[in-house]
């Protein structure tokens, strides 16, 4: 199969080395265009492919005269609308993005709106470049408007994830939702705590054990059985030194209003 990476972000640099490491179907990178040129040359020496092209002009989006298969959509939601006005791909070749909150049906923009087959691949995960994952227990969520390309988007999923699910767009943009609440904030919330530490020169190390028991003990006993703190004590002659701490610091002035919020919210429960 012939794939075409369209970015070469995050999500770009692990799923294009998931592929051209395949063990069970030739899978080969024939393309990839990124904006950023450097950025397509960092990830082409990584999957170590020298028959691998480059584009990287607005006016390099149409790939009608390869023989492409596939061609993997993996760029920033802002930017679908204006990158797939330009793309061209062969007739018969299967257009795919990786996005949790795009509909599959932006994807029709496509040569010129008369794109046929499209579908979706979004790996429910968080990918940085610098941190390596493991593909085996990533939930896919596969979606299309064709039966035969459904089959065949995974089947290709199946081959490194044994989480494979077939999921509407609407479904996916609630589970994106949730995972932006489950992934992006807390991620947030570590970094305050780690500004926090750095302004008093203490080390966010001593805070890992706690990270580590938090996440066991919500995947153990769920969430929503798990809070402890001021907030669900009521304890607020602890939150009311809490608030005039953080005002104190020299961090940012939204970390006391977003300490409030959650408090109260987690005190309505
Ligand atoms: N990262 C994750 O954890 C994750 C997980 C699942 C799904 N996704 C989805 O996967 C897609 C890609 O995410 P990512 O994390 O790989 O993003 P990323 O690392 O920020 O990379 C974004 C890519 O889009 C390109 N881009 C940004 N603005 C553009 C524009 N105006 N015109 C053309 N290209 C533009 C970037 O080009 P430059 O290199 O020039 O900046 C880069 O190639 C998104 O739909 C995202 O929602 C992400």
């Not at 579908?119 to 941190?131: C, D, E, H, I, M």
């Not at 039966?147 to 767009?169: D, G, M, P, R, Y």
């Not at 939702?177 to 530490?197: D, G, H, R």
């Not at 009311?240 to 959650?262: A, S, V």
């Amino acid at each position: 199969m012939n794939i075409i990476f369209i970015g070469a972000g995050n999500v770009a640099w692990h799923l294009a080395s998931l592929f051209s490491n395949s063990k069970t179907e030739d899978l080969q990178i024939t393309h990839i265009w990124s904006r950023n040129k450097e950025n397509a040359e960092l990830l082409k020496n990584k999957l170590n492919n020298n028959d691998l092209k480059i584009h990287s002009s607005i006016t390099q989006l149409d790939f009608s005269k390869t023989d492409a298969d596939l061609a993997i959509l993996a760029i920033a939601d802002g930017a679908f609308e204006s990158i797939l006005s330009k793309l061209i791909l062969p007739k018969n070749c299967i257009l795919a993005h990786t996005s949790g909150s795009q509909p599959m049906e932006i994807l029709k923009l496509a040569n010129q709106n008369f794109i046929k087959n499209i579908g979706v691949f979004y790996p429910l995960q968080t990918f940085s470049k610098a941190k390596e994952v493991d593909f085996n227990d990533i939930p896919f969520c596969i979606e299309s408007n064709e039966k035969e390309i459904e089959e065949k988007l995974t089947n290709l999923a199946k081959q490194f994830s044994q989480k494979v699910f077939q999921v509407s767009s609407k479904d996916r943009s609630i589970l994106h939702v949730a995972a932006v609440f489950a992934c992006n904030f807390s991620n947030y919330l570590w970094t305050i705590s780690e500004q926090i530490l750095k302004e008093k020169n203490l080390p966010f190390d001593m805070l890992k054990p706690l990270l580590g028991e938090t996440l066991k003990k919500a995947l153990e006993i769920n969430p929503s059985n798990a809070q402890t703190g001021p907030a669900i004590r009521n304890d607020e002659k602890v939150i009311t030194k809490h608030l005039e701490m953080i005002k104190e610091m020299n961090l940012d002035d939204n970390f006391g209003q977003i300490y409030k919020l959650m408090t109260e919210s987690i005190q309505k429960k």
